[in-house]
């Protein structure tokens, strides 16, 4: 692994947002504190955020926000999408909710659901969803209303939204300090050894792939990210587990799983969608292909959220059903193991 994000040449699917030539005259200067007096509206701390996460470029490498730029470099902010307006037209998408009251709401989101704008997504969100069911939604850090936390696009499960400033202020500081509580259910490749366990590393963008997640080594690169799991049930080639968030960083399931050895099964971005463990009869292949046709996304759901309600301040418990699609397949693996014999991984 290439540890000092160092990249040969700007990915293809990297969109240049920011640009600017370092004047000759410039002193040494920590580049987070020179972008500040560029960048219309930006703080410190979103600037060490896009550092932190791979996004700034000098001289086409990628740097730290303790760099100090020097005259005639060219420094640039790249990111995964293109750049866009940030208007978010109200649509008309109707919204499970599992709880409301006056400070916040509970919805349960299906699989395929983009929470949010961004790259090739910028309408049809929950976020265009809420605007047109709610009016003055609050703004997080990212100024998306409501929103104080996400789950990704092909994961279901649980959100609380805040609908007033209050609120957003005391849910996001208990996400901040982990006193939330976060339970996912993963079906993963391989036969999970340990009973249970917790995985820790430090979460970046990939060096190579920058619409994948990394898990790294060097304390100064990335975020730091602990996963609890505990195992459900053993269904051979795959297992199914609790997982069980202290952090929540992008990802942060899908890249520490695979980062274990066991990708979460269908997850295509990370490799999941190929057959990862079993045999090489053909019959074993449709079974696989029949699963992933019950399943076309990763075997992933946000299925249970706990946290402090901010006005009443008693502490709240919302759990959901395993959708369809992802019990139809774990079905589909109890019958298969159920009727042939698997082979004890090494």
């Known amino acids: 692994m290439n540890n000092n994000n160092e990249v040969p040449e700007l990915e293809d699917d990297l969109f240049e947002h920011f640009k600017v030539e370092v004047p000759k005259g410039q002193a040494l200067l920590r580049i987070d504190k020179f972008l500040m007096g560029f960048i219309q509206n930006a703080t410190r701390n979103k600037i060490q955020n896009a550092a932190t996460n791979g996004d700034i470029y000098v001289n086409d490498v990628a740097v730290k926000s303790n760099y100090k730029v020097k005259p005639l470099d060219v420094v640039r902010i790249m990111l995964t999408h293109p750049p866009y307006d940030n208007t978010i037209l109200p649509e008309n998408i109707p919204l499970d909710i599992v709880y409301e009251d006056d400070a916040l709401l509970v919805i349960n989101k299906p699989p395929g659901f983009v929470v949010h704008p961004g790259h090739g997504n910028y309408t049809g969100t929950l976020v265009n ?29 649980l959100l609380v939204v805040a609908k007033t400033d209050a609120a957003m202020t005391h849910l996001a500081k208990q996400f901040e300090a982990k006193t939330s509580e976060r339970e996912y259910i993963a079906l993963v490749w391989g036969n999970v050894k340990e009973e249970e366990g917790t ?13 994948q997640m990394a898990v790294f080594a060097d304390p100064e690169i990335g975020k730091p990210a602990i996963t609890h799991y505990k195992v459900l049930e053993r269904l051979g080639y795959v297992t199914l587990i609790s997982c069980k968030l202290e952090t929540g960083r992008t990802h942060q399931i899908r890249v520490h799983l695979k980062h274990i050895g066991h990708t979460i099964f269908n997850d295509e971005r990370y490799g999941g969608n190929l057959i990862l463990k079993g045999t090489t009869f053909t019959k074993y292949k449709q079974f696989i292909d029949n699963c992933f046709k019950t399943l076309p996304r990763q075997a992933l759901h946000a299925k249970t959220l706990g946290f402090e309600h901010p006005t009443t301040r008693e502490f709240m418990r919302f759990d959901t059903e395993i959708p369809k699609d992802m019990a139809d397949c774990i079905d589909k693996w109890r019958s298969y193991t159920n009727s042939h014999e698997v082979e004890e991984e090494e």
Do not use: C, Q, W
Request: glycine share 8%; hydrophobic share 35%.
């Open 199 to 211: 995985i820790e590393g430090n979460i970046a963008r990939h060096v190579k792939d920058r619409m």
């Open 129 to 157: 969803a809420l605007a047109y069911h709610f009016d003055n939604l609050p703004l997080n850090s990212s100024e998306r209303p409501g929103l104080v936390h996400r789950i990704d696009k092909d994961t279901s499960g």
